[in-house]
């Protein structure tokens, strides 16, 4: 049995690591060892997880994963409840600290499964008390943003049933980003095992766009173009709010889907607005950073 | 005749929540149905939706009922539609997805605040909309009076107005929609 270790730091960018890792989809079988592992962002507890339903999904035998060493990762692991939530799908080697689930102060909704439309409406109706306290004092936003907060975490949520044809996970943090940005930011992390944005379009688009079809150019007909696969005027909204919401705030949003990944991309970061040809990752994962807002800005 | 339709408790029989969120389109479809069942066959000329009491409403969720619901009752010939109770959780989400279908409706903050017109609209609309509501029914000329316009820049703001189905039109005299029923 091969083995493939975890990136010691697990996030959207070194998710890539892991995808080049597994190597192709189905994957052969495969032990995932987390030993070295001290960190994950939110978008990296969310992938992994959605890894997991994936192979289930496949049908691939129930893998194992090798929970980290340090006893610190495996007690923040543990209270925000990945390994609860893991067990579903991963095998989980390791002593797994026995405590009680206890969300992390800097967590506004724990890991958290989307597999239904109720399941967006307790997201939504749970968040919305901590998140207005908590987005309002650490990271500045005032009401009216709050509240476009939970609109657009309403909405990326419903992308997964709507679009993904199989569930997906959601949670949001906050973080204090000294080093990088000076600033505070609240990350909302979502990630499914669903088809991906490429086979919801297909069949409407591929033909429009021709040559150039694929994981790119589909998640680009649906997060600047608003495209979706319903015909009714109404649809293919969700992503356009989103990307506005996060524009106007400064935010940064980024989504994966197979091979592609595409990245509203702020003054205040470098990063590529559309990168090609990764490493397969199945399903779709997006991540939306909104950064604590400095005094007198846009309210 | 107007029929007042409480949101949030229609929401809680519609749907199993504990929440007073219209989110999903999901959720949407549900309640919409249940709207349009509860008016159909009745002699409703005006539908007021009131939001009191109503949490956040998304993007979809607003497509869902509140423009689905302003599509159908513009296929009848004498049906309005009016919303109550609105707050700020709620109009940027019902102000677009409106806009995106080119419809619009009055709306009534809560409170004592001026009706206003939400989706697609214009200054001028938004003018004579506003000088309706506040001198009451008249004619062109005396909205031309009261906002210092031509009769016929008046009378084309007040046709746009009343085929939008904001203001009511008889005869060649408008008059606002009547003021929605108490919470």
């Known amino acids: ?126 968040i919305q008390e901590r998140a207005q306290r908590i987005l309002a004092a650490e990271v500045n936003l005032a009401p009216q943003a709050t509240v476009r907060f939970v609109m657009t975490l309403s909405e990326v949520c419903q992308n997964i049933v709507e679009h993904a044809g199989a569930s997906g996970w959601v949670t949001v943090q906050t973080y204090n980003w000294k080093k990088r940005l000076g600033r505070k930011v609240a990350v909302i992390a979502v990630s499914d095992s669903g088809i991906g944005f490429r086979r919801s379009l297909e069949s409407t688009e591929s033909k429009k766009v021709g040559e150039r079809w694929g994981d790119g150019a589909a ?40 091979t592609a990944r595409i990245t509203i991309v702020p003054a205040w970061d470098d990063d590529t607005l559309l990168v090609e040809h990764l490493p397969f990752f199945p399903g779709s994962q997006v991540q939306i950073i909104i950064p604590a807002q400095e005094e007198g800005s846009a309210s | 005749m107007m029929r007042r339709i409480e949101l949030a408790p229609l929401l809680r029989e519609t749907v199993s929540t504990p929440y007073s969120d219209l989110v999903t389109r999901s959720t949407g479809a549900a309640l919409r149905d ?45 049906s309005y539609v009016l919303l109550s109770g609105v707050t700020e959780l709620h109009l940027e989400a019902i102000d677009h997805v409106l806009e995106r279908h080119g419809l619009s409706v009055a709306a009534f903050p809560v409170g004592d605040g001026a009706p206003r017109v939400l989706g697609a609209t214009s200054p001028d609309l938004a003018v004579a909309f506003q000088a309706v509501q506040k001198h009451g029914a008249g004619d062109a000329k005396r909205l031309a009076d009261a906002v210092g316009w031509t009769v016929e820049r008046a009378a084309d703001a007040l046709q746009s107005l009343a085929l939008r189905r904001l203001i009511l039109a008889a005869g060649g005299t408008y008059r606002p929609l009547p003021l929605p029923a108490d919470a």
């Open chain 2, 34 to 78: 249940r709207i349009e069942q509860t008016i159909n066959g009745a002699s409703y000329r005006t539908i007021q939706l009131d939001f009191t009491a109503v949490g956040v409403i998304d993007f979809s969720c607003a497509d869902e009922v509140v423009a689905k619901l302003l599509l159908r009752a513009s296929e009848g010939e004498d």
């Open chain 1, 219 to 258: 998640v680009e007909l649906a997060l600047m173009h608003n495209v979706s696969r319903y015909r009714d005027p109404g649809r293919g909204q969700g992503l356009y709010h989103i990307r506005s919401y996060v524009t106007r705030w400064q935010g940064k949003m980024s989504v994966r889907s197979g």
């Open chain 1, 1 to 126: 049995m091969r083995v493939i270790d975890l990136p010691p730091s697990l996030e959207d960018k070194t998710l890539d690591q892991l995808a080049e890792s597994i190597a192709g989809w189905p994957p052969e079988p495969f032990i995932l060892d987390g030993r070295a592992a001290t960190w994950a962002n939110p978008s990296g507890f969310v992938a992994l997880l959605s890894l997991g339903d994936a192979l289930r999904d496949a049908s691939l035998p129930r893998p194992r994963f090798l929970i980290p060493d340090s006893p610190e990762t495996r007690s923040y692991w543990a209270r925000n409840g990945f390994f609860h939530h893991a067990a579903e799908t991963w095998e989980v080697v390791g002593k797994v600290p026995n405590k009680p689930f206890e969300t992390p102060t800097d967590v506004l909704l724990p890991i958290t499964p989307i597999r239904v439309f109720d399941d967006v409406n307790d997201v939504v109706g749970k």
